[in-house]
């Protein structure tokens, strides 16, 4: 009995060691989030109700976010991220439910999978780049279709405006859908059809009450985690946008770097607040359905 006492604790000893292996495994990860989210979320919002020069606690920051030319810029930045995310949503879902129709191990997946993994990344300047190489004021798309009688900027030139960045938000957004919408997708059961088809329901049927009801939840919550990646995109607008601030990214780098008007560091703290609010509200939702989404089709 003394020996079985004894061996008890070694055991449990035993498996404590592997536990604490695998914790030790997480360190540079949640170093990672404290240093580039925590710590950038606290200075947001520690700033965003600290007065100028580091001097008191206040609302003022706060309470000029009513004002008009901030909502606008919400406004635009909402706009544009909404608009992005419906066009990518919709014809992201199209190209993602024609890569289910081909062979799953079939050369055109891979391919078009991976493409849509490069492409969700290429943003910023390059993209900016990209687009004024190509249908900018001097593109070579815009020289020849000019050369042959249409001129897409003779109502003026919107590639610089909301319409211009919503095309060119859309570039990203395509790829981004399809790699996050085709797990749902693919648990999709081709039992459910055939079980359709053998209670007498057509094609119709099956989309509008078997599989368009269960995915309805992924293409919502996909369509948020679109809007989130378009609201709190940066690098690409500011290339394309070198005057003005229509978003309120923008908005906050005026207010961090302006030498115009000095003393409105916090202020873009205090906006940046309102972005994290945004999206924290967006990204809860997002995680609610895919919960949803998961009940259905895990």
Do not use: C
Request: glycine share 10%; aromatic share 10%.
């Amino acid at each position: 009995m003394a020996e079985v006492a004894e061996a008890v604790p070694r055991r449990v000893a035993g498996r404590s060691r592997p536990r604490a292996g695998a914790l030790l495994g997480t360190v540079p990860f949640f170093a990672f989030v404290t240093i580039f989210l925590v710590v950038p979320t606290l200075t947001v919002v520690i700033g965003a109700f600290t007065g100028d020069g580091g001097r008191g606690v206040t609302l003022e920051n706060v309470r000029a976010l009513a004002d008009e030319y901030i909502l606008a810029a919400f406004g635009r930045s909402i706009t544009l991220s909404a608009a992005s995310a419906i066009i990518g949503a919709v014809l992201g879902a199209l190209l993602a439910y024609a890569l289910v129709t081909a062979k799953p191990d079939g050369p055109l997946r891979r391919v078009v999978t991976a493409a849509a993994g490069v492409l969700a990344q290429f943003g910023g300047v390059t993209l900016a780049f990209a687009f004024l190489a190509t249908i900018g004021l001097s593109g070579f798309v815009t020289l020849w279709l000019q050369e042959h009688g249409l001129d897409p900027y003779a109502n003026g030139v919107w590639l610089f405006e909301l319409p211009g960045l919503t095309l060119v938000y859309t570039y990203f957004q395509i790829p981004l859908m399809v790699i996050v919408f085709l797990p749902a997708l693919d648990g999709i059961r081709p039992q459910w059809r055939e079980a359709t088809a053998s209670l007498g329901g057509n094609t119709w049927h099956y989309w509008t009450r078997v599989a368009g009801p269960l995915l309805a939840p992924a293409f919502l919550g996909s369509a948020l985690l679109l809007f989130a990646n378009a609201f709190s995109a940066y690098a690409t607008a500011a290339a394309l946008v070198s005057q003005g601030s229509p978003i309120v990214p923008l908005q906050i780098r005026g207010a961090l770097t302006s030498e115009v008007v000095l003393g409105q560091a916090n202020l873009g703290k205090a906006m940046a607040l309102g972005m994290v609010v945004v999206v924290a509200v967006v990204m809860t939702l997002y995680s609610l359905l895919q919960r949803r989404t998961a009940k259905w089709l895990g």
